[in-house]
């Protein structure tokens, strides 16, 4: 069945270059040539309820700090620093009904929203400069489109890993769906610190999980990976829900999107910041190393399938 | 009833001043001071199924060229030249049945419109560079960012008529809902053109008609107007709807939306490409001049209620 992966396979191979342009479709955000001296970098992520949140559940402050908090992590990805924003918010003409009422009234319901997204973009210097709302028969729909800038650091894609290079993390990873896909803070100022030392050849911030992010990574730059099984650093939350579905932490580790730390690869010295999980190799396969037996790893993560 | 007004109100006062941002939320696009030889401008409009296209009976291509054209259309309001876009697709689960079980798959129905999108922004020299698609369980909803350039020319705002300013349009309006709302032609071109003039004041896209549309040049300018009932130019297509509807094909010219024409007031010269429909007054209210009587302009294009 055809999938996200593909359509946007499809969608490149439709788009031609342009000298605007020196990094378009298909990495965290693209990388503009707008004023030569400081790049121009721009993405657009969504959150849909049932999907990404869910209303009648998730106070809405929390929504609207997940929204752009999942735009300024793409900004993390690029080691850009976020600028401005602009939102859409789509809300349901139902909602008078629940869980609306309980708030009073759904004006009070966008300001908490609002609130929340402000709130998160101000940690990081980041205005809100415009949007666009609408009113219609479906449930809450936002999308945050994220403007940063270079400033400095030249920013990295997912295109750069080599043959020997280091696989590192930034944290431990697994089960956020039980709060942390609401709460995480985007990496911004250590992947800017990392980016400055020149050592990172790609990065990508794990939203898909790594078994599919990391395909990401290989993808683009033509490269396959091995994995240290015992080397994944492993989330509390990773723990608790593998007690409860019975899957390893290990799994919850590998295939639950979300976590938003970083994913990256390169020649970086030992740090307490990052963890090494495994190597960049030739080839095309992803490979995960248990003590006993090396496994390919199968894309499990989160995929849109179309 | 709060309406989509005080939101954006609210929104304003909450959001502090910045030294990057010129122009902030309340104007079709912001305008970013970010290469100050050539202001960046950046805007995001959703569309939404049931709202602003009906996918039953809509072909792709066409819902594809109407959210490329609606942003575009925003460029014009300001005298922008678009550059770049990032797009957002929320893609209903259920659309396997209906209706796009019609066109094979669900990946043709992407690739239809996506290539509706590109159409459109290639008429402009408009680069797609990014975007994210999802699925979910609700209806098709899709929003595109536009970012533009000033490229020599002053961007135009809400917030100058001035009292003594005539008003005109560039086209004859009403009943878009006919078939225009999906095809009309954002008038950049004729936007630089008249603002390289110098004589222009304020400017809009007729989105949500002009009751509505003028009254935002009106709020952000702190004045009022005089519109002549009989100058206002009328579409064919608000004849038919008017005769389909027995409501005056006048109250169609006014109250319907999504003709983007261009609203612009200024002291400009007779001249074939723009119509005089009425003058900028002092005060706030807004009116609408007969042969026989003066009476107040109601609102009553399109509001989103909350």
């Not at 793409?74 to 139902?94: F, G, I, Q, S």
């Not at 629940?98 to 966008?110: D, R, Y």
């Not at 390169?266 to 490979?287: P, W």
Request: with cysteine.
């Amino acid at each position: 069945m055809p999938g996200e992966f593909d359509f946007i396979d499809w969608i490149r191979s439709q788009v031609p270059s342009s000298p605007l342009v020196q990094t378009g479709i298909g990495d965290d955000l693209a990388v503009l040539k707008w004023d030569p001296a400081d790049l121009l970098l721009v993405g657009v992520d969504q959150v849909l309820d049932g999907v990404h949140f869910d209303s009648a559940k998730h106070a809405p402050d929390l929504i609207g700090r997940k929204v752009i908090n999942r735009n300024l992590s793409d900004c993390a990805a690029m080691a850009c620093l976020p600028a401005t924003a602009v939102a859409t918010v789509a809300l349901p003409r139902k909602s008078v009904v629940t869980p609306f009422s309980e708030m009073g009234s759904l004006l009070i319901f966008c300001q908490q929203l609002f609130l929340g997204m402000k709130q998160a973009a101000d940690a990081f210097d980041c205005s809100i400069v415009g949007g666009d709302t609408a009113s219609w028969d479906g449930p809450l729909a936002m999308t945050v489109t994220i403007l940063g800038r270079s400033a400095g650091i030249t920013p990295l894609t997912r295109s750069g890993a080599k043959a020997g290079d280091g696989i590192y993390v930034t944290g431990p990873l697994g089960g956020s769906i039980l709060g942390r896909h609401l709460t995480f803070t985007p990496r911004i100022h250590l992947a800017r610190q990392l980016a400055a030392t020149g050592n990172v050849t790609a990065m990508i911030d794990l939203s898909d999980g790594i078994s599919r992010d990391l395909r990401h990574i290989c993808r683009q730059s033509n490269v396959g990976a091995i994995l240290d099984a015992n080397a994944i650093p492993i989330h509390d939350d990773a723990l608790t829900l593998a007690r409860e579905d019975h899957l390893a932490p290990l799994h919850h580790a590998l295939h639950d999107g979300e976590d938003h730390e970083l994913l990256l690869t390169g020649q970086l010295a030992h740090d307490t910041l990052i963890t090494r999980i495994g190597t960049i190799v030739e080839g095309d396969q992803i490979l995960l190393r248990h003590h006993d037996r090396t496994v390919p790893l199968d894309a499990r993560g989160w995929e849109h399938v179309l």
